[in-house]
């Protein structure tokens, strides 16, 4: 079994800055790939990053010039450092990881284990 637990978020005003992280522990045989995604009140959720182990990255639209993510494969900890934060940006941010059994990683990734959730809040 694999779990994985956030850390991090909060309530910020907008233009501010956050930093979430994210931790996988227990079995990993082969970790893919971890990353972020999000789901605002009545919205679908929405990636937000995902990071393959060999270094490919990809961002949800428009979220890039604002957020940066950092995976560590080796520790199977991935971080999400939030800019120039927005109303917008309110959301429940979940961390998620693609954890193969195999050798192998299938493509594209397809996130299997999630974690429990975050509130990040930006108001005045």
């Known amino acids: 079994q694999v779990h994985v637990v956030e850390s991090g978020g909060g309530s910020v005003q907008p233009g501010g800055s956050l930093n979430l992280s994210c931790a996988a522990s227990g079995f990993i045989f082969n970790n893919c790939g971890m990353g972020w995604y999000r789901q605002a009140p009545e919205k679908e959720r929405e990636l937000v990053s995902l990071?393959?182990?060999?270094?490919?990255?990809a961002y949800g639209d428009s979220l890039k010039d604002r957020f940066t993510s950092s995976l560590d494969i080796k520790k199977n900890t991935v971080n999400l450092q939030m800019t120039s934060l927005k109303t917008e940006d309110t959301a429940v941010y979940y961390c998620a990881a693609v954890i193969s059994d195999a050798l192998t990683c299938n493509y594209p990734l397809t996130v299997n284990y999630w974690g429990q959730g975050t509130q990040v809040t930006v108001s005045s």
């Open positions: 990071i393959g182990s060999h270094g490919s990255t």
